[in-house]
């Protein structure tokens, strides 16, 4: 599929009957079939039959990956060029007809998923409206039809692949993993996949580097000599040098499955090697599966590879089941993975921990969240990838992938934490990712899992997936609530719901009652030292004060407790901080206490996470954030109230936090205890009884904002391209399914003739007038504009993408380029204006020293001293300026000195601000800043910025001194250990990568073995990563172009093809 082009033909979306999956299949041998093994292979067999899918589709697709060079921020490769857009006009015309046809031979057969949409009667009642709008005529479609249609949904032939039910007899049972008579293995099911022992001495990664290199220069010697001695292009000279390509491919290829094969058997463990099993034992200590585990893996749905929500407790080993399938997918069946995760550091942290695996199974792990990633994502001739990205990056992957015809690259999508879905903007955008996928290519499946779900049958729906739950937890988990100096279980079959359990046993004095009247020091120095708990608090204020609190009355015995690990930790923190280090936890760490909120800094986070996970800290007061996903059990988890804010707890919240009690293979049980006060008892007994809250679409959030970018994108990216297919998409998302629920009266046709309404009006698209087209009348066709375009490139929010034009184009009449000041304007995210006012007084200190030309640019901007000095003054002031543009410039001033500084300490005290505040405005405007470096991609008139704002880009993301930034993009190491790692003499990722653990750990202050391997393995990933890249960019430049001027190239002399 590589060297598949097709110049002219638009990529718009995947037929469903011309499927294009597991190309590389073709290049690999027929496995043996283990029982394992046959699964997958019959299924894929069944599955192209069924869909009548062959290698012929990817004619479809062509190739962009030409993003070689950048290292960060790749080029976004642009749709197809004019040339394309008769064939835009035609496939309109060809879709209406498909459509038409689609919905007029749609059964009514109804199977395990029923999809209802009594909206949809509207829709077609509303047409004169859109048409009226739009002055286009909309093509009669019966309301029996798209009846038909939704019912259709459900049809075999509809379904994606992955849910199609194989024959009986090839279910075969998986064997019972990790029993001790599993061992023999066949090694020819190897063969169908490449895997390098790795071995942990770092000689060896250094010389199989060596010998790499030597290699390819012997390879690009060979073969460039070769082409240097074709003077006069023949046909016979071009046969025998792609004869002598290919066959030097050949070779390498059998040398490098040779090299493995004898190493590694396959197949006893869920068709994977039992170096996987091995992996898991050795790096996560798993020994053993839980039963729940091997039931979910050996589930005939996920054999069969159909779509699948699984639903457990907090703690239950959701994601070690993930795990497992996401590695069937890259080594067995040989195709990419995405696996979405809520947060930069959630995603980080799973980078780090599955790197070690990449190294050893020979796949790819690459980071995409905060600015890291690239789009589309290098095409890997080998090697498999797994993205592991935030919700945000996700969306803009599968964008990438859709568009430039690679989507069934992705085999699998693996979402944790399903219930964002419901979750502000965020849920939306995950939603419109899913709801793509499940629309543009119907051989990925698709995996999300939860520990918070209530309407999974809704969900089902949304995802045409099966469900598995079950409420096991390894740790049993008690649930109690504090009421006055009683004990309460929670019961909720009881009638009462809280059944007395015991008084606490504790002596306070007057004063300390006063000082703490809900008992807390009773109750965590019930646990703490030996036991591990966590407080929940309701602001991040109120986290500090109760951890202060608690030192201040604590005996000074604990002093004692793990008093050397405790220095350790502060001299971190200390050195972290450039020299300074936070009073609360400088007077709190020596007790083993620490706060655990947003306005840490990431270093800060780190250190206290790792001192906690290791028992160094005992204690940690924290804010409902620690809550999802982090990986920070406690033997007992507090909740200081019953809030969040001043906002009552959710069920799902409240389950979250609580879930968090009880370390899997260290307490017998867990328990949590909720402190109530009198008046929030019954609110507090329906909290514990009540179901979980529903998730529901996010589409119509902030005035539909979603279903706008929605459609903007769908424009953009050609996956539809009229009102009609719009519908249909629309039917394919979890909107739609709850439709009735959300629309408040308004039927669907009318919420999204108002989208498009919208979008035309800002610009962002056009309607033209539909066509005959092949005897098919088209009612209008959408397209998007250069402003649309760049719009959802840059994931630019819609509400601002005429602002951000004008400000860029203002930008360009007088940019001041004699310092950052004027590029950090441009690109300090909207969004955060308003979540800080500036201090006047500081604002008129810092304007005042601003250069002349700064001052000017500024004046421009709409900033003068004059104003400033008034307002610093405490005068009024009669005609304010824009208060937008001035508040927004004070934050770029912010910015400014971080990048002069690099400390954020010093920056946060010099504008008197918090320093998670200021990390926060740094991580917004790296990201933001990327956004804008991908609109200004899309519009000619901006080209001037792209180089800048790449450059810029860098900067805000690492922030640090220069020579810190290749140490940084170790996927991990925050700018505390990068500072460590090269005043240690590690300067770049080579160093790193190479480093035996044992000599880093005495080269660098305070590092764990754990840590030191961490990164090592993280640096080699990173490393592997980048000579794979450069191996490639080899062949490429290697393969002999199609349209050598002179010669004659056959159908069967070249692997291009056109449609
Ligand atoms: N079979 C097993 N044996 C021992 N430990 C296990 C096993 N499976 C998972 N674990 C461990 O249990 C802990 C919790 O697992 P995991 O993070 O997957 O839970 P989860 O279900 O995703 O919970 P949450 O909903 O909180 O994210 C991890 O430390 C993991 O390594
Ligand atoms: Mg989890």
Redesign the pocket.
Known sequence: MDELESPTLVVRKVSTRKRHRDVKSNQTPEPKKTSASRVFSEEKQECEEETGCTTEAGKQCYDQSSDSDEDLFGEYDSFAEETSFLAQLDNAGRNVTDFDNYVTSCTVKKRNVIISHPADKDIMNKHSTFNHILGQHMPAVTQNVIDEDIAGAGEVDELPCSQLLLPEENSVPLPVVFSSNIGNCDNNYLKSYTVTEQTSADSNVTDKTANKRKSLQDHIKSTLAGNAKVQVPQISRSKHLKEAAVAEEINIAMKAIDSTVENLDHGPFYGLPTKVKDLFTQQ???????DW?HTCLTLPSVQQRRNLIYS???????????EILILQELLLRQQDVLMILPYVAIVQEKVRGLSGFGLELNFLVEEYAGSKGRFPPIKRRKKKSLYIATIEKGHSLVNSLIEVGRIEDLGLIVV??LHMLGEGSRGAILEMTLAKILYSCKTTQIIG????LNNVNELQQFLKAEHYTSDFR?VKLMEFVKLRDSIYEVDTKAEDCFAFSRLLNFKYSSNLQKMDPDHLIALVTEVIPLHSCLVFCPTKKNCENVAEMICKYLNKEFLNHKHKEKCSLLDDLKSFGDGTICPTLKRTVPYGIAYHHSGLTNDERRLIEEAYSTGILCLLTCTSTLAA?V?L?ARRVILRSPYVATDFLKRSQYK?MV??AG???IDTAGESILILQEKDKVQVKDLVRKPLENCYSNLLLNSCKGIQSLLLSLIGLKIVRSPEEICKFIYGTLFSVQYQQLSEGKSLWDIVKDALEYLIEKCLITAKKGCENEGQEISCILEITQLGHATYKGSIDLSYCDLLYKDLKKGLEGLVLDSLLHLLYLVTPYDMISQYNPDWMLYFRQFSQLSAAEQKMAVNLGVSESFLAKKASGHSVKKSPDSDIVNRFYLSLVLYALLKETNLWTVAHKFNMPRGFVQNLLNSTAVFSSCVLHFCEELEEFWSYRALFTELTKKLTYCVKSELIPLMEISGVLEGRAKQLYSAGYKTVVHVANADPEVLIKNVDHLSRRQARQIITSAKMLLTERIEALQDEVEELQKLPSDMPGELVSSEDTSITAE
């Open positions: 996560r200590g798993i020994k053993e599966l839980y585990q457990l407790p907090t703690s239950g080993g959701k994601t070690l089941v993930a944790d934490e899992m939860s520990a918070t390894p996903g990986n059990p979250q879930g968090r370390r899997a293979g």
